[in-house]
Nanobody
């Protein structure tokens, strides 16, 4: 059974940075497009960044473009999200899972992990 474990969240001031990690186990990781999703209170979960299996192509939601960078280390079965210039509206629980690089409907998703909470506040 696939397990996704997100970490690295926390409380940060506006303009600050955080680096999230997602470790995957239980399946072949390197062949899938992976993405970072977030869910703010009272809102639907949304995809904010995606990366192809080899890491050569990335895509971002307009709301995070130029501030967030997704990367992956297939040898470690881990995907990362570097978040810079954080804004209060980035406050959400962040999750990783399979994704569609074009932000369309992804392949069957894995079970969601517990997520990691990012709070941007002064």
């Amino acid at each position: 059974q696939v397990q996704l474990v997100e970490s690295g969240g926390g409380l940060v001031q506006p303009g600050g940075s955080l680096r999230l990690s997602c470790a995957a186990s239980g399946r072949i990781f390197s062949i899938y497009v992976m993405g970072w999703y977030r869910q703010a209170p009272g809102k639907q979960r949304e995809l904010v960044a995606a990366i192809t299996s080899g890491g050569g192509t990335t895509n971002y939601a307009d709301s995070v473009k130029g501030r967030f960078t997704i990367s992956r280390d297939n040898a470690k079965n881990t995907v990362y999200l570097q978040m810079n210039s954080l804004k209060p509206e980035d406050t959400a629980v962040y999750y990783c899972n399979k994704a569609n690089i074009g932000f369309g409907v992804p392949l069957a998703l894995d079970a969601w992990g517990q997520g990691t909470l990012v709070t941007v506040s002064s």
